[in-house]
């Protein structure tokens, strides 16, 4: 079984920045990829950003230039530091491990943007 342990969300005011972390562990035999999802209320799960085993990013295009999301391989961890947040950001996120099989959920981590 494999846990995903999410931290770092809370409430920013525009402008403002936020670091996401997340932590698996477990019975990991290996990982193609971990990211960070969001959903709104309302609104599907989209991606907003991931990292492959071998260091390729992908972003979603709503968070290019503010987002930078990073991975440790080792500790099998993946943070998302979170610049420039808009009032649009506000949405739980959630942490994803994806071993190209299987892909497994955190539990998320709200994140709200608003003066």
């Known amino acids: 079984q494999v846990r995903l342990v999410e931290s770092g969300g809370g409430l920013v005011q525009p402008g403002g920045s936020l670091r996401l972390s997340c932590a698996a562990s477990?019975?990991?035999?290996?990982?193609?990829?971990m990211g960070w999802y969001r959903q709104a209320p309302g609104k599907q799960r989209e991606l907003v950003a991931a990292?492959?085993?071998?260091?390729?990013?992908n972003y979603a295009d709503f968070v290019k230039g503010r987002f930078t999301i990073s991975r440790d391989n080792a500790k099998n961890s993946v943070a998302l530091q979170m610049n420039n947040l808009k009032p649009e950001d506000t949405a739980k996120y959630y942490c994803?491990?994806?071993?190209?099989?299987?892909?497994?959920w955190g539990q998320g981590t709200q994140v709200t943007v608003s003066s």
């Open positions: 477990g019975s990991i035999s290996s990982i193609n990829a």
């Open positions: 990292v492959t085993s071998a260091g390729n990013r």
């Open positions: 994803n491990l994806s071993t190209g099989w299987v892909n497994y």
